[in-house]
T-cell receptor, first 116, second 115 residues
Framework: GAGVSQSPSNKVTEKGKDVELRCDPI?????LYWYRQSLGQGLEFLIY????????KSGLPSDRFSAERTGGSVSTLTIQRTQQEDSAVYLC??????????????FGPGTRLLVL | QKEVEQNSGPLSVPEGAIASLNCTYS??????FFWYRQYSGKSPELIMS????GDKEDGRFTAQLNKASQYVSLLIRDSQPSDSATYLC???????????????FGQGTELSVKP
């Protein structure tokens, strides 16, 4: 079946511009996660959505970052007034509702963001 | 102290040897542990998950968990050049497993398998 998809695959923007990154989770998965991976760094958690529950936003680095998930499926991560330190690969993952092995997170291909 | 620690490597092993990758974590209540493999320029893919103390085997891969020592490892038997990648250890810090939620990742260990 189809995996997690993300768009765009690459994004180059100028400092100060806003960007939107999109994630389509695996069909039927209720949990959706955003991480980012900077050059030479590990994966850093950003935000987590589970069904209709309030999202866990504890990893968002600043108020310039926000995310929403409409209809319990597609999610958009928005970065306002981008800075050069926002340059990274933004990875989305999804997992079925928690239970047994179902908490396994499956990653999309990522969006490579470069802020000039 | 980092929440999840791994040796960055690179770890170099000859083809056919056993590669041993290690990870320690700081949050004693953690219950769920994962190993992901990440090829250069690609996204992480799950190799193994482990929840109980002891060993879990899947083909050439064995995950080992020791909660008392807060230690999890991955053994790769009969290493192949195609195993050359960065291996990421991930921990779910929630006290009860299967509760979903964020994963805390280590920095990853780069493995190089030489023909």
């Amino acid at each position: 079946g189809a995996g997690v998809s993300q768009s765009p695959s690459n994004k180059v923007t100028e400092k100060g511009k806003d960007v939107e990154l999109r994630c389509d989770p695996i069909s039927g998965h209720t949990a959706l996660y955003w991480y980012r991976q900077s050059l030479g760094q590990g994966l850093e958690f950003l935000i987590y959505f589970q069904g209709n529950s309030a999202p866990d936003k504890s990893g968002l680095p600043s108020d310039r970052f926000s995310a929403e998930r409409t209809g319990g499926s597609v999610s958009t991560l928005t970065i306002q007034r981008t800075q050069q330190e926002d340059s990274a690969v933004y990875l989305c993952a999804s997992s079925p509702r928690a239970g047994g092995a179902q908490e396994t997170q499956y990653f999309g291909p990522g969006t490579r963001l470069l802020v000039l | 102290q980092k929440e999840v620690e791994q040796n960055s490597g690179p770890l170099s092993v000859p083809e056919g040897a056993i590669a041993s990758l290690n990870c320690t974590y700081s949050d004693r209540v953690s219950q769920s542990f994962f190993w992901y493999r990440q090829y250069s320029g690609k996204s992480p893919e799950l190799i193994m998950s482990i929840y109980s103390n002891g060993d879990k085997e899947d083909g050439r891969f064995t995950a080992q968990l020791n909660k008392a020592s807060q230690y999890v490892s991955l053994l790769i038997r009969d290493s192949q050049p195609s195993d050359s990648a960065t291996y990421l250890c991930a921990v779910n810090p929630k006290a009860l497993y299967n509760q979903g939620g964020k994963l805390i990742f280590g920095q990853g260990t780069e493995l190089s398998v030489k023909p």
